[in-house]
């Protein structure tokens, strides 16, 4: 590992970020040195090199496999109640490696900026991508900073990537679900799609709802603590967790049926959903897995749920059914059935 | 959720599908079953499927999904319209959400927008009018869809753009009437509908009036529905019981949303901003007289059509759709030769695939395809 420099660091004097902030001259060193290395502050970044250099035995020492995840951040509004774009860039890449069973340790990140962003809109996202990082015990070790021209994008996309290890003896995959097994949810679904469409202030709702955008590191670790054989698990992001269970029927061959009045959903969101007209099942949420498992560790799983903020309006939804194959079938609440498939075109645009 | 959840209380539901049960036992064995009931309205259409409530009513009563879904009767000349206005440079064109994706004979609203024409979806003609405040320097069109439901509120945004003296406000206007529509349905040879629900909403703005044909004329029940399951279900259960009773009435079950005079404000507003055309095209269901209307001669400059050239060419349904004869209940909507393979929501061929409201979205959307496919199959195979 690289000793840290101790160098003293550049400061960027400007109100907005123009092309010169993106040229790879002095202005760039200004932006990248000020905003940040010395925001995300660790012995990794400090060195300035064009890449991130890791001891290996510091990696084998949590598991046998490497898992690798990349995603990308193009949400609009920049800031929504709950969280912003920059928590949101870590924690959709922490909980893309978390749901492999992966410990997330390092975190790669590329900059898209709108010439004429605000520095200080920038230094608050990088500042909340930070305490995000170190709220999970991630290092956000290299990155990347373009600017693009006014309307060549829309204020700022982030991309990450992340880095994880999975312990031997996790084997996570969707195409393990068998007839019997128990479907559950770590809490209310919808938040984060809901909050979207309310902070855009197009509908003047009179609640405010917030994300439920959070990292879901911890409470993976602890729920393969208790059940090592976890079968299924996927993090609902868009698509919603309609998306997920169709990705679990499909890959398995096998049925499944959720029960409608045994999923969490709070009455803002599904008020919401109601006025326009949304199904609940297809809205994005940041910090919702669903997990599948066998049967006699569902209420150790769900019990480690409910002990963890990030799980703790946790509840069984459903089970795998022998039939019908590669369906998802709903309970509705009223006494029918349907069934729920992937969702077509787009409910909302640019929610994450 | 307080007055939703009561309209969705499984137990009464239970309750009310024994009652349909016994009511049908009890018809004359002369009485050809199923019975054939249509629900008009797409919105009813999409609680039906939602709440699963075809699977629960009994084998003896088959739902018809009539073409009340305005999205779905849409012809490929009018989307070709709306694409040729929405591609002025001078425009910004406005639309519901859901006609986005209906296709045109060239493209959709949505191939549209990607290919630069700025289209924007809102929620209600107000924020097209909003809009157009924003914009001096740009022409705002909303594209007006819908039956005398949303009537009213386009009347009233014209009626506000006309006291604010908004120029560059207009409308492309497509609204249709409900009337005309389950006339020509009616009429049809083959038509086999025992009664129908017809749609609250309409009759929130239009009142129980205008559906007194059905019962007088041509002898068939007809209740006006509210569009939570629990109403779905007491209005069957009603029209059953006018037909076991050999009763031919109009009944309202959505007292709570539709007086029997409907909304004389709506009414009025409706009356001043628009007069009926002579004819108006529906996909699936061809040309019907007076079942649109447009914008009366003294808000022309208000009218999208006249205040722009559109192209106004007539587009053929596809051949090989059969949206017709599922409108009209005599096929139901897996039985048409494309459902599912060549025509589905990603690629629709026919109407009644493109909205969440129409019947065939719905069956391939919230029902079992590869067994329906199947069941088609067999049946072509017998035949």
């Known amino acids: 590992m690289n000793d840290a420099v101790n160098i003293k660091r550049r400061t960027l004097n400007a109100d907005n970020i123009t092309l010169a902030h993106g040229s790879g001259g002095k202005a760039m060193r200004d932006l990248i040195e000020d905003v940040f290395v010395s925001t995300f502050d660790n012995e990794y970044l400090d060195s300035l090199e064009d890449q991130a250099r890791f001891d290996i035995e510091n990696i084998l020492r949590y598991g046998d496999r490497l898992a690798m995840t990349t995603d990308s951040y193009v949400v609009d509004p920049l800031f929504f109640p709950g969280g912003d774009i920059g928590k949101l860039a870590i924690t959709g890449t922490v909980n893309d490696l978390a749901v492999g069973g992966a410990r997330p340790l390092y975190i790669a990140c590329g900059m898209i900026i709108e010439e004429g962003l605000s520095v200080n809109t920038l230094r608050e996202i990088a500042a909340s991508m930070k305490t995000t990082a170190d709220d999970i015990g991630v290092h956000i070790v290299t990155g990347d900073t373009k600017v693009v021209h006014k309307n060549a994008a829309d204020k700022l996309f982030i991309n990450t990537s992340g880095i994880g290890v999975i312990p031997e003896n996790v084997n996570i995959q969707a195409n393990q679900a068998n007839p019997g097994d128990i479907i559950l949810i770590n809490g209310f679904i919808g938040d984060h799609g809901a909050a979207i469409v309310d902070a855009r202030g197009e509908l003047s709702l009179e609640n405010t709802i917030k994300t439920d955008c959070q990292p879901l590191n911890r409470l993976v670790h602890d729920m393969l603590l208790v059940c090592p054989d976890v079968r299924c698990m996927r993090d609902a992001t868009r698509g919603g967790i309609a998306a997920v269970l169709n990705e679990f029927a499909e890959s398995s061959h096998v049925g499944i049926e959720i029960d409608e009045s045994a999923i969490p959903i709070r009455d803002e969101v599904r008020g919401m959903c109601e006025i326009l007209g949304l199904d609940p099942l297809y809205l994005a949420n940041e910090g919702k897995i669903v997990t599948i498992v066998p049967e006699h560790h569902a209420s150790e799983i769900l019990d480690v749920m409910l002990n963890n903020p990030a799980g703790n309006h946790g509840a069984v939804i459903g089970r795998v059914t022998v039939s019908p194959a590669d369906r998802v079938v709903l309970k509705t609440g009223f006494g029918g059935d349907r069934i729920v498939d992937m969702l077509i075109g787009e409910q909302l645009p640019r929610i994450c | ?383």
């Open chain 2, 1 to 383: 959720m307080k007055y939703v959840d009561e309209f969705r209380d499984p137990k009464k539901a239970r309750v009310l599908i024994d009652q349909i049960q016994k009511l049908v036992a009890t018809l004359a064995d002369t009485k050809q079953k199923p019975l054939q009931i249509m629900e008009f309205c797409g919105g009813h259409t999409h609680t039906i499927f939602r709440y699963g409530i075809e699977q629960m009513l009994p084998g003896d009563i088959e739902l018809v999904h009539g073409p009340g879904c305005p999205v779905c009767v849409l012809p490929m000349g009018r989307v070709d319209d709306c694409v040729a206005l929405a591609e002025r440079l001078d425009v910004i064109f406005t639309t519901f959400g859901d006609a986005m994706r209906v296709p045109g004979s060239r493209k959709s609203l949505l191939q549209a927008k990607a290919d630069g024409a700025d289209i924007r979806m809102t929620y209600s003609p107000l924020d097209a009018l909003a809009l157009a405040r924003k914009h001096p320097d740009k022409q705002i069109i909303f594209f007006a869809l819908g039956f005398e439901t949303t009537m009213p509120s386009t009347a009233l945004t014209v009626l506000q753009a006309k006291t604010e003296g908004i120029e560059n406000f207009s409308l492309f206007c497509n609204h249709i009437t409900t009337v005309p529509t389950i006339k020509a349905i009616l009429d049809s040879p083959d038509m086999k509908i025992d009664g129908f629900l017809a749609p609250g909403h309409v009759s929130m703005v239009v009142g129980e009036r205008p559906f007194d044909f059905v019962a007088e004329t041509y002898n068939k029940p007809i209740v006006v529905t509210g569009f939570e399951p629990l109403d779905i279900l007491q209005s069957i259960w009603m029209v059953v019981k006018q037909i076991a009773e050999s009763r031919t009435e109009v009944e309202n079950q959505y007292t709570r949303i539709a007086p029997s005079d409907g909304n004389s404000t709506g009414l009025d507003a409706i009356n001043k901003v628009f007069t009926l055309r002579e004819f108006f095209e529906w996909r699936g269901l061809g040309s019907i007289d007076h079942s649109g209307v447009r914008m009366k001669d003294e808000y022309a400059q208000y009218d999208a059509e006249r205040k722009f050239s559109v192209p106004n060419l007539k587009i053929a349904d596809p051949k090989s759709c059969q949206c017709g004869e599922v409108l009209k209940g005599s096929i139901r909507p897996w039985e048409c030769k494309v459902f599912g393979t060549s025509c589905s929501p990603e690629s629709p061929i026919g109407a009644l695939m493109v909205s969440s409201e129409g019947a065939c979205a719905a069956y391939y959307n919230f029902g079992n395809l590869p067994e329906l496919i199947q069941k088609r199959t067999q049946k072509e195979a017998a035949t």
